[in-house]
């Protein structure tokens, strides 16, 4: 099985990256003065990770920005059972990407065909089907707190705390500071 396993991660690998050439963006760096639109990407960790989630994209709303969230859950009955649907925010599983790149789920086109002025991967592990979204994002900015996140534009280290309080602390406070040449 890990043999077989091996060889599909292989084929994915080699169409994710075929795909990522015909990606075309307008990167350009964002903060929250310039943003108008934010896209928030997350692997559904648990119960009180998600209920963090919810309290972040209120923080953006207040601000008066267009927030949209996709979410990654292991198991596809969680999605409508233990996380309900909430206005802008998604959900998916790794039955609805297939083995060649084919999306099987709307709202991960639409997220994936969006293009926000900040994309915010909130992940703290790297799993295929979160990183395939993020690096298929035609977002102008992206901004990620993964080690080995090589489609971000601004990577936060959070390789010791995987806090997510920490890690949006960060973000937060990046992109207050920096200001737009």
Same mark, same amino acid.
């Given at each position: ?35 108008? /639109?934010?896209?928030?990407? @997350?692997? %559904? =960790?648990?119960?009180?990770?998600f209920k963090k989630?919810?309290?972040? #994209? ?49 709202s991960v086109t ?12 909130? /992940?703290?592990?790297?799993? @295929?089907? %979160? =990183? ?10 992206? #901004? ?32 207050k500071k920096l200001?737009?040449?």
């Amino acid at each position: 099985m890990k043999k077989i396993d091996n060889i599909k991660n292989r084929i994915s690998k080699f169409i994710q990256k075929r795909r990522i050439k015909s990606v075309k963006r307008n990167l350009q760096f964002n903060n929250f003065e310039t943003a108008n /639109s934010i896209g928030i990407l @997350f692997n %559904v =960790e648990d119960d009180i990770y998600f209920k963090k989630i919810k309290i972040y #994209i209120d923080h953006f709303l207040k601000l008066n920005k267009k927030v949209f969230a996709l979410g990654f859950v292991n198991n596809k009955d969680d999605i409508g059972q233990k996380y309900l649907y909430r206005k802008g925010v998604d959900f998916y599983s790794k039955s609805d990407i297939n083995l060649f790149g084919k999306v099987k789920n709307s709202s991960v086109t639409d997220f994936i065909n969006e293009t926000p002025d900040i994309l915010i991967n909130l /992940s703290f592990e790297n799993n @295929f089907c %979160v =990183e395939y979204v993020f690096s298929l994002s035609r977002a102008n900015f992206k #901004i990620s707190g993964l080690e080995k996140c090589k489609h971000s534009d601004l990577r936060i280290e959070n390789i010791k705390n995987k806090d997510f309080d920490f890690l949006t602390n960060q973000i937060d406070n990046y992109l207050k500071k920096l200001k737009k040449a």
